[in-house]
């Protein structure tokens, strides 16, 4: 897999973090709860097994962007392409300079 588990597992992190801390900030009296739009841990956690490695490091670069897949569906097409542009570069300068790759790690050589 070309993203590691430690970066992985970090993105992740944050992301959980940061839905904590919003989930436990104080709201003004009378504001609308988002308690029944969020998902709890295992959800997510079930939603995250159930992606495959090309979403899962997908998902790990949005966040390095702080950008929810919402967000993306959300953006005109001029601001997706540009954003996945960014995302494909990003994978590209992962590969090319992970120390632990080595030349034709890419292709199964053993056939």
Same mark, same amino acid.
């Given at each position: 897999?070309?993203?590691?588990?430690?970066? &992985?597992?970090?993105?992740?992190?944050?992301?959980?973090?940061s839905k904590i801390k919003a989930a436990t900030e104080a709201k003004?009296?009378?504001?609308?709860?988002?308690?029944?739009?969020?998902?709890?841990?295992?959800?997510?956690?079930? @939603?995250?097994?159930?992606?495959?490695?090309?979403?899962? &490091?997908?998902?790990?670069?949005?966040?390095?962007?702080?950008?929810?897949? @919402?967000?993306?569906?959300?953006?005109?097409? #001029?601001?997706?392409?540009?954003? #996945?542009?960014?995302?494909?570069? &990003?994978?590209?300068?992962?590969? #090319?300079?992970?120390?632990?790759?080595?030349?034709?790690?890419?292709?199964?050589?053993?056939?």
């Open positions: 897999m070309l993203v590691s588990g430690p970066s &992985m597992m970090a993105s992740l992190a944050v992301t959980a973090l003004p009296a009378g504001s609308p709860s988002d308690a029944l739009t969020t998902k709890s841990a295992k959800d997510e956690f079930l @939603e995250y097994a159930k992606m495959t490695p090309a979403q899962k &490091m997908h998902a790990a670069m949005l966040g390095k962007l702080g950008i929810t897949e @919402e967000q993306l569906k959300a953006m005109s097409p #001029e601001e997706r392409k540009k954003v #996945e542009d960014k995302i494909k570069e &990003m994978i590209k300068q992962q590969v #090319e300079n992970d120390p632990k790759m080595k030349k034709g790690s890419l292709v199964d050589v053993s056939a």
